[in-house]
């Protein structure tokens, strides 16, 4: 879990653009960890700023995909294919940028909360969360059409074309991130990655002590 790939992708969607001056500062040694990287498509444009990415996906494919944009830079990257609630392949205290695009939204609440317990735990003190999480009015993704007793996992979280799948309004994205995790900007969005226009939460955080 942690991949959209094999989707069909749109390239307006160049999210990463307007937040690369704060991931390049807080990147201090320009360690970033993401969380789903897919086939690579943010990670090219992280290592095109010059920072170091190891990335992690289930979707051994897609892994291989971005291992082979990566060979254009000159930098060090890693591209793993593995679960996201396996242990981490960096050490604790070690990441300046924690990046995960769509890639939190699979699980249940209690294991999302750890799993984001750990991303603070490999993040140095000064280290930097981005995020993406599936808004409650993301319609056209399962946000309404999934909504009944059948499907229902937990609140907010249904069975989405036989896979789980979570959806988050403003509280659930604060509630989630404030435990270990200050956040500095919050905003809801449409982006057009996919086939259709999709609804987002987009949140930028620091690390708490």
């Known amino acids: 879990m942690g991949s959209q790939a094999g989707r069909n992708t749109d390239v307006s969607d160049l999210w ?10 807080a990147g201090k040694d320009g360690r970033v960890f993401e969380v789903g990287c897919g086939e690579g498509r943010d990670s090219v444009v992280l290592l095109r700023a ?5 990335g992690i996906d289930i979707n051994l494919v897609a892994v291989e995909r971005a291992r082979e944009k990566a060979t254009a830079f000159a930098q060090s990257s890693r ?18 940028v924690v990046l995960a695009s769509l890639s939190l939204h699979y699980f249940s609440w209690a294991e999302t909360v750890d799993l984001v317990r750990r991303l603070r735990a490999i993040a140095k003190p000064s280290g930097v969360l981005l995020a993406r999480f599936n808004a409650t009015d993301d319609y056209h993704f399962g ?45 809801h969005l ?17 690390a708490m002590a």
Do not use: M
């Open 190 to 206: 449409t982006i057009n990655r996919y086939t259709q226009p999709k609804r987002v939460w987009e949140a930028f955080a620091r």
């Open 16 to 25: 990463l653009d307007r937040w690369l001056p704060r991931i390049v500062e």
């Open 143 to 187: 946000a309404r059409r999934h909504r009944d007793a059948t499907s229902e996992i937990e609140p907010d979280y249904y069975l989405v074309e036989g896979s789980p799948k979570r959806f988050l309004n403003r509280l659930a994205v604060e509630r989630l991130l404030s435990e270990c995790w200050r956040i500095e900007a919050i905003e």
């Open 50 to 54: 010059g920072l170091s990415v190891t």
């Open 79 to 96: 591209f793993l294919s593995q679960d996201v609630r396996a242990v981490f392949p960096v050490e604790p205290g070690s990441i300046d």
